[in-house]
């Protein structure tokens, strides 16, 4: 039975870790939006809208990429 300051541990490192990939997966989502914008803003059918749900489909492939850089170096 894990002690009070293991379970301690591991929920801070868990917030800590979660903390991390949420901020990471944020700063990703703004720059792909952006790039999508940028390159779609001139077709007919685009909305941003649309722009959103093609960054969001982005985001988990450059996080993949993405996040063992950001735990090597944090």
Do not use: Q
């Not at 541990?9 to 991390?20: D, G, N, P, V, Y």
């Not at 990939?21 to 939006?33: L, M, N, P, R, S």
């Not at 649309?50 to 950001?70: E, H, T, Y």
């Amino acid at each position: 039975m894990p002690s009070v300051l293991s379970r301690y541990i591991a929920k801070r490192f868990s917030a800590s870790t979660a903390l991390i990939i949420a901020a990471a997966g944020i700063v990703i989502f703004v720059g792909e939006y952006v790039e999508v914008l940028r390159r779609f803003s001139g077709e007919d059918l685009f909305t941003p809208l649309l722009g959103a749900k093609l960054a969001s489909m982005r985001v988990p492939i450059v996080l993949d990429d993405v996040l063992s850089f950001i735990f090597l170096f944090g």
